[in-house]
């Protein structure tokens, strides 16, 4: 199948749209070689999808706007006006077109998620260097083939949630470091219980919620609407459906829980010590869902074969809720403890393991980033899995090795959904 797809992509790619015939995507090393990069040198990248959050990336230290791409001409405009008026900026509709570039080295998506896994995957079999924005991917099947396209290609894969390597986390108080160390430690015991709710220091943003009445709308002149929903199903425009206010239709994101699931879920995964596998059980307390609009829910659960858990509370019912509680203590947000001189038992034992947390470093020197394809994959899953069991309002079991649900077919078709055509990868 794999073959298949692989095939029919290529076919596209050389055959569709006839502007674009004559371009295919060219690893950097066949258009010359990698060039060296002294320790000095900037970096050069190209931003794909520039209506929000894309612009906020122009200028990160050690790297150089070369390129923007997006499939509104008003996001396009707005992008040069805040570089400046361009300063020999290229710009595309295309993204297809940009990877091509010899002078770019790092592509970063910031376009609906629906778009992550195939631009990723396309960028990383051009030669580039992927910085993604979250979630890694909108569904389990575009996760794994975007793990092998980076790694087959030797890429560096940056997604952009940084809370497991820097920054006050939430509620908390603190980084996830001291959180890290603390589970390391023992003193809370084990199995541990995490809840992430509004009494911990989080907010699931329900405002993401869909629409059920839309109507068609004409599409604005400045917009590609087929290519903006490019793998997604065609469905007519509405304004609601696009920009700000996509994250509430499940054929582009998941709402509240696809919006900040991985912010909150990746450290949990970092500091359990679960990077590498993925729960064994989801269960959902939650209204029925429509099929085309996210809605809200309650609780979802989440439990790994050890017996942790990992508990989202949608609805703010654990009003007393410890943040990580164990069967020895338990940890509260602004790091306080119901273990007695906390610090001074958790200075005699050893920090965490460093992390590579600097992208551009991490590039120059090829260095495995901290928070990666392989991890991200895994807490995206656990996003992924949760959205599956809202969509068919019904528990699931999951089999981590395989990355497939155990005895339930309506789920496993979720973790491949078929991409509109001629769209593949």
Same mark, same amino acid.
């Given at each position: 199948?794999?073959?298949?797809?692989?095939?029919?992509?290529?076919?596209?790619?050389?055959?569709?749209? +006839?502007?674009?015939?004559?371009?295919?995507?060219?690893?950097?090393?066949?258009? +010359?070689?990698?060039?060296?990069?002294?320790?000095?040198?900037?970096?050069?990248? =190209?931003?794909?999808?520039?209506?929000?959050?894309?612009?906020?990336?122009?200028?990160?230290?050690?790297?150089?706007? %070369?390129?923007?791409?997006?499939?509104?001409?008003?996001?396009?405009?707005?992008?040069?006006?805040?570089?400046?008026?361009?300063?020999?900026?290229?710009?595309?509709?295309?993204?297809?077109?940009?990877?091509?570039?010899?002078?770019?080295?790092?592509?970063?998506?910031?376009?609906?998620?629906?778009?992550?896994?195939?631009?990723?995957?396309?960028?990383?079999? =051009?030669?580039?260097?992927?910085?993604?924005?979250?979630?890694?991917?909108?569904?389990? +099947?575009?996760?794994?083939?975007?793990?092998?396209?980076?790694?087959?290609?030797?890429?560096?894969?940056?997604?952009?949630? /940084?809370?497991?390597?820097?920054?006050?986390?939430? +509620?908390?108080?603190?980084?996830?470091?001291?959180?890290?160390?603390? %589970?390391?430690?023992?003193?809370?015991?084990?199995?541990?219980?995490? *809840?992430?709710?509004?009494?911990?220091?989080?907010?699931?943003?329900?405002?993401?919620?869909?629409?059920?009445?839309?109507?068609?709308?004409?599409?604005?002149?400045?917009?590609?609407?087929?290519?903006? @929903?490019?793998?997604?199903?065609?469905?007519?425009?509405?304004?609601?459906?696009?920009?700000? *206010?996509?994250?509430?239709?499940?054929?582009?994101?998941?709402?509240?829980?696809?919006?900040?699931?991985?912010?909150?879920?990746?450290?949990?995964?970092?500091?359990?010590?679960?990077?590498?596998?993925?729960?064994?059980?989801?269960?959902?307390?939650?209204?029925?869902?429509?099929?085309?609009?996210?809605?809200?829910?309650?609780?979802?659960?989440? *439990?790994?074969?050890?017996?942790?858990?990992?508990?989202?509370?949608?609805?703010?019912?654990?009003?007393?809720?410890?943040?990580?509680?164990?069967?020895?203590?338990?940890?509260?947000?602004?790091?306080?403890?119901?273990?007695?001189?906390?610090?001074?038992?958790?200075?005699?034992?050893?920090?965490?393991?460093?992390?590579?947390?600097?992208?551009?470093?991490? %590039?120059?020197?090829?260095?495995?980033?901290?928070?990666?394809?392989?991890?991200?994959?895994?807490?995206? *899953?656990?996003?992924?899995?949760?959205?599956?069991? @809202?969509?068919?309002?019904?528990?699931?079991?999951?089999?981590?090795?395989?990355?497939?649900?155990?005895?339930?077919?309506?789920?496993?078709?979720?973790?491949?959904?078929?991409?509109?055509?001629? /769209?593949?990868?």
């Amino acid at each position: 199948m794999k073959s298949k797809q692989n095939n029919s992509r290529r076919l596209f790619l050389k055959n569709s749209l +006839g502007t674009l015939a004559a371009f295919t995507i060219v690893p950097r090393h066949v258009l +010359g070689g990698p060039r060296y990069l002294a320790p000095s040198d900037t970096l050069t990248k =190209a931003v794909i999808g520039v209506g929000g959050m894309g612009r906020n990336h122009f200028a990160y230290a050690g790297t150089k706007t %070369v390129a923007i791409c997006d499939v509104d001409t008003r996001h396009i405009q707005l992008a040069l006006d805040e570089l400046g008026g361009g300063n020999g900026v290229k710009t595309f509709k295309d993204y297809r077109e940009l990877i091509t570039l010899p002078e770019v080295d790092i592509v970063h998506i910031a376009t609906p998620p629906h778009w992550h896994g195939i631009i990723a995957a396309d960028a990383a079999r =051009a030669g580039k260097d992927i910085w993604c924005e979250k979630p890694m991917t909108r569904t389990i +099947g575009e996760g794994k083939r975007l793990v092998e396209a980076v790694q087959q290609n030797g890429r560096i894969f940056r997604l952009n949630t /940084w809370f497991r390597f820097s920054d006050n986390f939430y +509620g908390m108080g603190t980084p996830v470091k001291p959180i890290k160390k603390l %589970v390391e430690s023992g003193l809370l015991g084990w199995p541990l219980k995490v *809840t992430v709710s509004k009494h911990t220091g989080f907010d699931w943003k329900f405002y993401w919620v869909g629409k059920t009445d839309l109507q068609p709308q004409p599409v604005p002149a400045e917009l590609d609407y087929n290519m903006w @929903l490019g793998p997604a199903p065609h469905k007519p425009y509405n304004a609601h459906r696009v920009h700000t *206010t996509f994250r509430g239709y499940w054929d582009y994101d998941g709402g509240g829980l696809g919006d900040m699931g991985q912010h909150y879920i990746d450290p949990i995964q970092y500091f359990l010590g679960k990077d590498d596998t993925s729960p064994v059980l989801v269960e959902v307390d939650a209204p029925q869902q429509h099929d085309d609009a996210v809605g809200t829910w309650r609780k979802i659960t989440y *439990t790994y074969e050890d017996g942790c858990q990992i508990i989202l509370d949608g609805a703010g019912t654990e009003e007393h809720a410890a943040y990580i509680e164990g069967p020895k203590g338990k940890l509260y947000p602004g790091f306080r403890s119901d273990i007695p001189n906390l610090e001074r038992k958790l200075a005699a034992f050893p920090n965490p393991l460093p992390q590579v947390t600097d992208f551009v470093e991490a %590039v120059k020197n090829r260095k495995t980033f901290a928070l990666n394809e392989a991890n991200g994959h895994r807490s995206a *899953t656990i996003v992924n899995m949760g959205k599956i069991a @809202l969509q068919l309002g019904r528990s699931l079991r999951y089999e981590p090795v395989k990355q497939e649900f155990i005895n339930d077919e309506g789920a496993n078709r979720l973790l491949n959904p078929p991409l509109r055509e001629p /769209w593949f990868m």
